[in-house]
């Protein structure tokens, strides 16, 4: 699987989704597991074909190694061209006590 991700991902493929009408939202969460380093390919698909130009993308981030924060970061910023996008929260895969702690301090500093 990952051997075809990385040829997707290399090729710039994007899965077709079902269209979400998020017209009446101001504030949107996005979750994606990382796939070879980058975000899945469907939240790729989801923020290229939605319209985030007035509105805060709260972004987070499950993996079990080799996130590359930064580059995860700078690719929302260059394909959902949103009003603002607040810090992703990385997941590492260390049990659910320490996630929900995690979770927990992120969304009090968003």
């Known amino acids: 699987?990952?051997?075809?991700?990385?040829?997707?991902?290399?090729?710039?493929?994007?899965?077709?989704?079902?269209?979400?009408?998020?017209?009446?939202?101001?504030v949107i969460f996005v979750g994606s597991p990382v796939w070879n380093f980058s975000m899945s390919l469907p939240m790729k698909a989801f923020l290229?074909?939605?319209?985030?130009?007035?509105?805060?993308?709260?972004?987070f981030f499950t993996y079990s190694g080799g996130a590359k924060r930064s580059k995860?970061?700078?690719?929302?910023?260059?394909?959902?061209n949103a009003?603002?996008?607040k810090k992703p929260l990385f997941m590492f895969e260390n049990g659910i006590f320490l996630v929900k702690e995690q979770i927990i301090k992120w969304l009090n500093n968003i």
């Open 72 to 80: 995860i970061a700078k690719e929302i910023e260059k394909i959902a």
């Open 83 to 85: 009003k603002d996008i």
């Open 48 to 59: 290229k074909n939605n319209n985030f130009k007035n509105k805060t993308i709260i972004p």
């Open 1 to 26: 699987m990952s051997k075809l991700v990385r040829k997707q991902i290399k090729e710039g493929f994007l899965p077709q989704i079902e269209d979400i009408d998020i017209s009446n939202y101001d």
